[in-house]
């Protein structure tokens, strides 16, 4: 992100840095503006009293400032539009860990002015120090490039504990098990008791606390709020309220379904995505890599996690990739389909070190009823490039990962 960040900080006149507490927005702001920038965290009670009682003498005091967890006082950006438009040479960086796209009071302040980047989890390449894998985008023109090196063959409890450790800075520093739990429980608890009370009045934290497990095991899942508030025992407003909290914190995401055209035949629900399976392992009552390997909740996770990978390596191209999954009622799907500009790509992910042509079905399907889709392929744990028709093929997931 450090390059995106250095031209918008450039270029816009507000930029608005978003990401999971603790995922790293204040190491990487420090590290790439911090000589020139003046910073300040309105988690500091004297500077948010300062904001508070004069927030003109506060935003004066430089021509670029980082307002450090601005949300927490909403009434600076009216102030920030203000400012920029008087003098287009001022630049503001916002950060948070609240995603502002989804706080309508500050963006509609905003409209015009500011543009978006969020921080993700480290991606597997990030944390073995590897470039961006280039793959992917070649694979819109319809051809397939292989990395240099040697494939590499993930065994399942490779696979699941890379799964289980998610990609929070932290892990960096707590390669044992019980230290991570210990740092997780901490995670969560200081969520509970300070993004939610920033954010909103939570009545019953227990009761968030169960919606919060419930979610967790439905990581990579068609989401339903109706089973979801039954089994939490909620009412749906209720639910829906604390599901709309995860998506603000940046905890989760919803992946929605692709629609070229409106077809009655596809589904409309979202599958609920967790920003890390790290946290969300945690959450779900997984405390190790076996525990979650052997759950029949493992292939959702699997997907997920390579959902965040294939998230980060889409948000790092000129143009980013959005992704989107594909399912139609009668069951035929596609994990993810890539849309960067007209094009497509459908990419399928199998846990097996093996790939049959049946395992291709789906994306057969999609490619067959969009001509826009370039390639589709699946990739899986084994460690061999297979060409199984034209433009489709296996890919070891280790090219990702």
Request: glycine share 6%; hydrophobic share 45%.
């Amino acid at each position: 992100m450090a390059a995106p960040l250095q031209a918008l900080a450039r270029a816009a006149r507000v930029t608005v840095l978003t990401g999971a507490r603790q995922v790293g927005k204040s190491t990487l702001l420090s590290h790439e503006l911090g000589k020139d920038w003046r910073l300040f965290s309105m988690d500091d009670f004297d500077i948010q009293s300062q904001a508070q009682r004069d927030p003109d003498l506060l935003l004066a005091s430089s021509q670029h400032i980082i307002l450090d967890e601005a949300h927490l006082i909403p009434a600076l950006f009216p102030r920030v539009k203000r400012l920029v438009d008087q003098d287009r040479s001022r630049r503001f960086i916002l950060s948070g860990s609240a995603n502002l796209l989804l706080l309508s009071r500050t963006t509609e302040s905003l409209a015009g002015r500011a543009e978006f980047l969020r921080l993700l989890p480290f991606s597997a390449g990030e944390l073995a120090g590897q470039a961006s894998p280039a793959f992917l985008q070649r694979l819109f023109a319809g051809a397939l490039e292989s990395p240099a090196g040697r494939p590499v063959t993930l065994d399942a409890t490779a696979l699941a504990t890379r799964v289980w450790n998610g990609g929070m800075p932290e892990i960096v520093h707590r390669r044992n098990t019980a230290d991570l739990l210990r740092w997780r429980e901490g995670y969560i608890r200081s969520y509970l008791e300070k993004d939610l009370r920033d954010l909103s009045q939570i009545a019953n934290l227990p009761d968030f606390k169960r919606l919060m497990s419930l979610a967790a095991l439905r990581c990579g899942c068609l989401l339903n709020q109706s089973d979801v508030a039954r089994d939490a025992g909620l009412s749906q407003p209720t639910a829906h309220r604390y599901l709309g909290l995860l998506e603000v914190s940046e905890q989760c995401v919803r992946l929605t379904p692709f629609h070229a055209h409106a077809a009655k035949s596809l589904v409309k629900a979202p599958k609920l995505m967790w920003t890390d399976t790290g946290i969300a392992a945690f959450a779900a009552g997984f405390m190790s890599p076996s525990d979650l390997l052997h759950s029949r909740e493992w292939g959702a996770f699997l997907e997920c996690y390579v959902y965040n990978q294939l998230r980060a390596v889409c948000g790092t191209w000129d143009s980013p990739g959005e992704i989107f999954f594909w399912r139609t009622r009668s069951g035929v799907e596609v994990d993810f389909v890539i849309r960067h500009g007209r094009r497509l790509l459908a990419v399928e992910v199998k846990a097996g070190q093996q790939v049959r042509y049946a395992d291709t079905a789906g994306l057969q399907e999609f490619m067959r009823r969009h001509s826009d889709c370039r390639a589709g392929i699946v990739l899986y744990a084994g460690g061999e490039q297979q060409q199984l028709a034209d433009t489709l093929w296996a890919v070891p997931l280790s090219w990702l990962v």
